[in-house]
Every structure is written in structure tokens, then in C-alpha cells.
């Protein structure tokens, strides 16, 4: 199965790294300690051999008297036996016979500095033998047991010296076990130091995550480049992808809406020109719609899910804008917004609100109210534009939020900006919903998505 995360991936690696590590360091210090332990053996029963050498004249003959004093010395316990064979016989142990019989392992390598190697046609003396020092065997004894012994060879005598090879086992035993536990305890606080070292070492791409998460959700426009070396320079290309993505966003946007102002008034005008011939004024009432279809499209394609706008301060200027349009009417424009952030980009609430506010001021008898309060969802608000008005009929109100429907004909306007809010609320998935303002007038409400 193919690993998906770069944490996983330094952590297996790790993991495989130091069980590697530390089973090649477990091999080589098991390999020294056996070494130390057999050594020491080695030395045990190359003294035992010593002493079976000092009761060995040069003739061969054994002096049976000194070997019977420091045979204490050669019972060294159970399974340890010593042998003397000579062309007269064979003096040892008595347990059990020393060696099953077998292949000789080959014999100790010659010093190098003790000069030129011996005639291979002369027989040596024992003095040479002697200073050769013993040889090391390993084999079972007749009983199929594991036996470890040194030899030593003096002209027509050979001097066997023998241990357990458990002597050597149990020691070594003894002392891997602990080396093991504490191999295996390291090993744990390495995989756990690696682990932290990894957390550590990869936060920083968890707060790049975070903070390119913030961008996609409009908390934020850039990424912070004050990163380690090695993210520096992918904090600073997605700050320039952003920025070229939000300049053509704009560019596309700004297009989109001047062709729509462009188009509006026109189209508005030839449709009431040809409103009494019913045959012009279905193909003008198709072209609107083709156009306004196509722009839908466009706009929907350019909708920035990361925008939002302060709800408050827009309503506070667009207020105070309409106000100064509508300066000789005296009216009075009464605002009450929450503390609320819409996610729609600012030119779309403006363009909505403004359209809104637009319409009440026109049909307003003297009084307009804005406000903008969540709903019990907090996913969305309503922004609402009330006035006392004449308000709508019912009946009217489906259809006057169609392009180009007017129902008063007198002063200013072509009926587009209830079609405009309707179209950007739903736009961003909200509605536009109109109704009778209590004491009389129209209540506007747009429900919006809310950005936390």
C-alpha cells in the first residue's frame, strides 16, 4: 500500500533506519562480548594446559607424582577435562572421553615476526611446539554435548584442555539479554524522538495549510513569507498566483458588469418602442433574455468564494450616498446592522444594496429603514430594505422582479433593479423575497450567506 503522507513516509524510513542501526550494533557487540568471554575461557585453560606441560619432561614421560598435586588445580568443575596422550598411553579425565572424532580445524597462523617459517621437512621439537602456543577446537564430545578446548602439540605428546561450551554461552546470554532490552528501549526513545522531530520539523506546512485554507475562505489575501528557507520560495509563488488570480477575477468581473450597463439601457429602451407590436416585442424580450442568460453565466464563473464584505460599513456609505441623490425629498434613512459579515463580493453588495435602496427612495413616502440581522442559521443573514411606500400588490410581485417590468411608468428607471438584486442574490445561493411592510410599504429581504 502506497503511503500518502510525508510524515508516514519519515517515519517508516526512520523506523527501518534505526532497527537496522541498532540490529547491526546488537550483532557487532555480541560479537565482541563472545569474543572477550572466549578469550577469557582460552586463558583458563591455556593455564590448564601450562600445567599439564610442567609434569611432561622432554622425552615425553609424564611425572605421574607432580600431575597427582595440581590435578586440584585442573578440576575446574563438571564437564571441564584435561588429557595427556603420550606413545606410552593416554592420562585424563575420567568423566568422559574428550573429543567425538572428526575433521581438526586447522592450526594457528604463524607469527609474522618471529622470522622465516619453519623447514617443512623437519619435524619440530617440542620447544617449538611450545612457543606456538595452543590451539583453539570446537566440537561435541562423545555424548553429543558442545565442548570448547584448547590443544597443544610438543613433539610425540599432545595436551588437551576442555570446557563446556556453556561456559561460554551463559555468560554471553547473560549479557545480551540486558544489551537487548536496552537496544529495544532505545529503540523506542529514538522512534519517539523522530516522531516529535518530525511534528516539529513539518508544523510549518500545517500553518501555510492554514493559511491557505483562510485565503480560499476570505480571512486573508496572502500568505505570510516569513517561512523556513525551504518553503520561502512556495509561500511566494502562491502569493503570486493569488494576485494574478484575483487581478484577471477583477478584470472578468469589471467586463462582465459593463457590458451588462452597457446593454441594459438599450435593450430597456427598444422594448418599450416596440411594446405595442407584439411580434417585436417577443424577439426584443428574447434578445434580453439570451443577454441576460450569457451574463448569468459569466457572473456565476467569476463568483470569488473567498469574498466577503463588512455588512455595517457598506450599508453605512451606501446610505449616506443615496441620501445625497435624494437630498430634496427629505427622507429619512434609519439604519440597524448587526455586527455581520456577508460572503459576496463588495462591488455585488453594493450593486444590490444600492439597487435596493435606489427603489425604496423612489417610492418612499418619507421614511426608509436598512438593517442586517443573522438568521437563527448562522450560516446566513438577511439584509432588509423597508419604506413606507405604496408598496406591491401580491399579485405583482413574482413579476416585478422580471427585466424591464415597471408598474408605475412615471419618472426615471427601465425595471431592472429588482431583476439585478434578485439575480445577484441568487447568485451566491440566496433569494430575494418582497412583502407588505407592517403599517404599510415594502419590505425587501435578501437572504445571504454569512462568512465567520
Known amino acids: 500500500m502506497k503511503l500518502r503522507s510525508i510524515q508516514g513516509r519519515m517515519l517508516l524510513l526512520s523506523a527501518i533506519a534505526i532497527l537496522a542501526a541498532l540490529g547491526i550494533a546488537g550483532w557487532a557487540i555480541g560479537g565482541v562480548l563472545e569474543r572477550v568471554v572466549t578469550e577469557g575461557i582460552d586463558r583458563r585453560l591455556d593455564a590448564e594446559i ?32 584435561w588429557r595427556i596422550e603420550t606413545p606410552q598411553g593416554a592420562i585424563g579425565s575420567a568423566d568422559r572421553p574428550l573429543m567425538h572424532a572428526g575433521p581438526h580445524p586447522p592450526g594457528p597462523v604463524p607469527n609474522p615476526g618471529a622470522g622465516p617459517g619453519p ?30 578446548a584448547r590443544r597443544l602439540t610438543m613433539g610425540a605428546v599432545t595436551l588437551f584442555a576442555a570446557a563446556p561450551r556453556a561456559v561460554i554461552a551463559r555468560p554471553l546470554r547473560d549479557a545480551l539479554v540486558p544489551l537487548l532490552a536496552a537496544l529495544a528501549i532505545l529503540a523506542v526513545l529514538l522512534a519517539a524522538a523522530t516522531w516529535v522531530q518530525l511534528r516539529l520539523g513539518l508544523r510549518p506546512l500545517g500553518r501555510m495549510r492554514a493559511q491557505v485554507a483562510a485565503i480560499r475562505a476570505g480571512k486573508a489575501s496572502r500568505l505570510d513569507e516569513d517561512q523556513p528557507v ?36 438599450p435593450v430597456a ?13 417577443a424577439q426584443v424580450a428574447r434578445i434580453d433574455a439570451t443577454i441576460r442568460h450569457h451574463l448569468s453565466r459569466a457572473r456565476a464563473g467569476m463568483v470569488d468564494a473567498r469574498a466577503s464584505t463588512p455588512v455595517a460599513p457598506a450599508i453605512a456609505d451606501l446610505v449616506q450616498a443615496i441620501g445625497r441623490l435624494h437630498a430634496g425629498r427629505g427622507l429619512s434613512i434609519a439604519t440597524d446592522s448587526a455586527d455581520v459579515t456577508a460572503a459576496i463580493d463588495p462591488q455585488d453588495f453594493d450593486e444590490l444594496l444600492g439597487n435596493l435602496l ?31 411606500g405604496p408598496g406591491i ?8 422582479t422580471q427585466p424591464g417590468v ?40 435578501v437572504a445571504l450567506p454569512a462568512r465567520h
Open 230 to 265: 525551504e518553503l520561502r520560495g512556495l509561500a511566494t509563488e502562491l502569493n503570486a498566483l493569488a494576485a494574478d488570480r484575483e487581478a484577471a477575477l477583477a478584470t472578468a468581473r469589471q467586463s462582465a458588469a459593463n457590458l451588462a450597463h452597457a446593454l441594459k439601457t
Open 393 to 400: 400588490p401580491v399579485a405583482e410581485r413574482e413579476r416585478v
Open 269 to 281: 429602451t427598444l422594448a418599450l418602442g416596440v411594446r405595442d407590436d407584439p411580434a417585436k416585442a
Open 50 to 81: 601450562a600445567l599439564l606441560a610442567s609434569v611432561v619432561d622432554r622425552d615425553g614421560r609424564v611425572d605421574r607424582a607432580a600431575l597427582a598435586q595440581r590435578a586440584g588445580a585442573l578440576e575446574a568443575g563438571r564437564g571441564w577435562r
Open 358 to 388: 435606489d427603489n425604496a427612495a423612489r417610492y418612499a413616502g418619507s421614511r426608509i429603514w436598512v438593517g442586517a440581522h443573522s438568521q437563527a442559521d448562522a450560516r446566513w443573514l438577511d439584509l432588509i430594505v423597508a419604506d413606507d
Open 119 to 148: 623447514d617443512p621437512d623437519a619435524r619440530p621439537g617440542p620447544d617449538a611446539e611450545r612457543e606456538r602456543g595452543p590451539e583453539a577446537i570446537d566440537g561435541e564430545d562423545a555424548g553429543g554435548h558442545a565442548i570448547h
Open 406 to 445: 415597471r408598474l408605475d411608468e412615471r419618472g426615471e428607471g427601465h425595471g431592472f433593479g429588482l431583476a439585478i438584486v434578485r439575480e445577484l442574490a441568487e447568485l451566491h445561493g440566496g433569494r430575494l423575497t418582497l412583502s407588505e411592510r407592517p403599517g404599510g410599504g415594502l419590505e425587501a429581504r
